[in-house]
């Protein structure tokens, strides 16, 4: 709703609307938001079993259970969490810049989150996969080992969040795509 209402004055600032539309759309606003807070409120149904229907097979390493964040390689880091805010309403979970283009900054997403960080080779940089029930960082990394030696798995360690799970593994999978395993709460 404050969002709205900043759009609103924003475009009535920039001469979009007149003071007369104005009105009009901070009173519909008003008259929409008990509806809208109860539409957010509900959690839309998710598939009782995979699409296919086939099981998930029983001897794997662990349970992912959420997509906890995907990390890009961005250009120009206020410009993507400008768009981001803007497209899907991303805050700011973590701000780890040290200056406005170097660092990273960290946008929650509903359960989720979206990393921007400024490097050279632009794209998806990994993804994270929340695991629940989570061994731990020390556990995890062992047993990545054992079962996947060519992985290259690593313990990693956020520095800046203040968050209660900040450690975590990454590895590689068989393309080179690099994957972080941690809990379903990592950074949140």
Known sequence: ????????????????????????ALLTALAMAPQAAAASSQQPAKPSNNLTGAPAPKNALFRGRIVNHVTLSVSDIEESRQFYRSLLGASVLLDGRSSAQAGYVD?????SFVSLGKRSTLGVDHFAIGLDPWPG????????????????????QNRV??????????????????VQLGSVRYQL
């Open 1 to 24: 709703m404050p969002e709205t209402i900043d759009t609103l004055l924003t475009m009535y600032d920039q001469k979009q609307l007149s003071r007369r539309e104005l009105v009009g």
């Open 107 to 111: 946008l929650l997403i509903g359960d």
């Open 137 to 156: 960082a020390d556990r995890a990394l062992e047993m990545v080992r054992d079962r996947f030696p060519k992985s290259e798995p690593r313990a990693n």
């Open 161 to 178: 969040s203040q968050a209660a799970e900040t450690r975590s593994v990454m590895l590689k999978d068989p393309d080179g795509i690099s």
